[in-house]
């Protein structure tokens, strides 16, 4: 972008970045960084996170960064995701969501869990096919990384959609699957 465009533009700019472009673009120029800096939506993001409001916009916006770098931010409900995220965080963590229309969201499991736009998920082919009727329940729990202890399903159909429940959809369960492989092979 030009160094020579227009205040009222450049906000204009602004209101329609996402939250990824918008660090980004804080760090293009000096220009930018101090522009971004001011802007009021980080400690609406940090409120609504529970951190009080008392933050200068800067050191706002610092923690802004360094916990959506680490955590990940929903880009729903604008929520950190509850810890960093690792290869252990599996599910839990914030995904990117692919839908049937081609957009992509970075979502929390509650949003995944909860929000009807969840219908459009694309689907994604699991390792192995699924629903399929001559696959054993014990089969089922792996596919779809059905973690211990959840109340028993007793087909696999009804397996997928419980898991896709409590996973928050396809990615989700990808997630799960890829922490449950890292665990395999680095704990045996
Ligand atoms: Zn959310």
Partial sequence: MSEILPENIMDMVLDLCKMNDLITFSFTSRRYFDKVSRVGVWNDIMVNNGFPASLSSASAMAQVIH?????????RCQHFGSKPITPYTGSKGILQVKFFDGSEKRLCL????????????????????????EISVK??????????????????????????????????????????????????
């Fill in 110 to 133: 509650d949003c995944r869990q909860t929000w009807k736009q969840m219908e459009n998920e694309k689907t994604i082919y699991l390792p192995k096919p699924l629903p399929a009727k």
């Fill in 139 to 188: 089969q089922a729990r792996k596919i779809l990384a059905f973690p211990h202890g959840h109340p028993y399903v007793n087909n696999p159909v009804a397996m997928l959609a419980a898991a896709l429940r409590y996973h928050g959809g396809y990615a989700g369960i990808v997630a799960a699957l890829q922490t449950s492989a890292y665990m395999r092979l680095h704990h045996g």
């Fill in 67 to 75: 916990l959506h770098n680490e955590n990940g931010l929903c880009e």
